[in-house]
T-cell receptor, first 112, second 113 residues
Framework: RKEVEQDPGPFNVPEGATVAFNCTYS??????FFWYRQDCRKEPKLLMS???SGNEDGRFTAQLNRASQYISLLIRDSKLSDSATYLC?????????????FGQGTILTVHP | NAGVTQTPKFQVLKTGQSMTLQCAQD?????MYWYRQDPGMGLRLIYY???????DKGEVPNGYNVSRLNKREFSLRLESAAPSQTSVYFC????????????FGPGTRLTVL
């Protein structure tokens, strides 16, 4: 089983739609969680960290369920510019230097 | 600030050739990383350097060596390139901390024929 698993998609949604991505992780000792965004042929960039209480940044909402080892990202009112690959990222326990494990990514295409 | 820079952007090698990928960061970060990204595999850690003067193997270190030249620079060397090393290589850096963000360079697209 992969340490971090995501539905690779692709998700094709119209502008204005709400779309949700899920991610599961296998190591129950994982301590930090993130969503990164990667545009086509570009480098990954941090979209948002995921906190235990859930957090929101504008149209983006991230949730963490430690009991189910599950992370989600919700995008409301999708824009064309949201088209990208979304990477679920987990930091393992005991790694103060920042060793991250990446999911394979979920592809989102927002169309007019 | 340039952030994280990588050279070259593109490279084509023949099997058995060697090359060094260069990475530099100007954010005064302690930790630096080398990843490779292949379709359907996600990013996989090759080597990392938690701080200047230290390097350690990641998930897929075979066929690679690294040098943390100073706090700014972290190079990745392929001694004898193989077609299986065709990939996109990303360098990243971060500060030491619990939830630190990693900043990535633009990547090097390497093809080994």
């Amino acid at each position: 089983r992969k340490e971090v698993e995501q539905d690779p998609g692709p998700f094709n949604v119209p502008e204005g739609a709400t779309v949700a991505f899920n991610c599961t992780y296998s190591n129950s000792a994982s301590q930090s969680f993130f969503w990164y965004r990667q545009d086509c042929r570009k480098e990954p960039k941090l979209l948002m960290s995921v906190y235990s209480s859930g957090n929101e940044d504008g149209r983006f909402t991230a949730q963490l369920n430690r009991a189910s080892q599950y992370i989600s990202l919700l995008i409301r009112d999708s824009k064309l510019s949201d088209s990208a690959t979304y990477l679920c990222v987990v930091k393992q326990n005991g790694t103060s230097y920042g060793k991250l494990t990446f999911g394979q990514g979920t592809i989102l295409t927002v169309h007019p | 600030n340039a952030g994280v820079t990588q050279t070259p952007k593109f490279q084509v090698l023949k099997t058995g050739q060697s090359m060094t990928l260069q990475c530099a960061q100007d954010m005064n970060h302690n930790s630096m990383y080398w990843y490779r990204q292949d379709p359907g595999m996600g990013l996989r850690l090759i080597y990392y350097s938690a701080s200047e003067g230290t390097t350690d193997k990641g998930e897929v270190p075979n066929g690679y060596n690294v040098s943390r030249l100073n706090k700014r620079e972290f190079s990745l060397r392929l001694e004898s390139a193989a077609p299986s090393q065709t990939s996109v290589y990303f360098c990243a850096s971060s500060n030491t901390g619990l939830s630190e963000e990693q900043f990535f360079g633009p990547g090097t697209r390497l093809t080994v024929l």
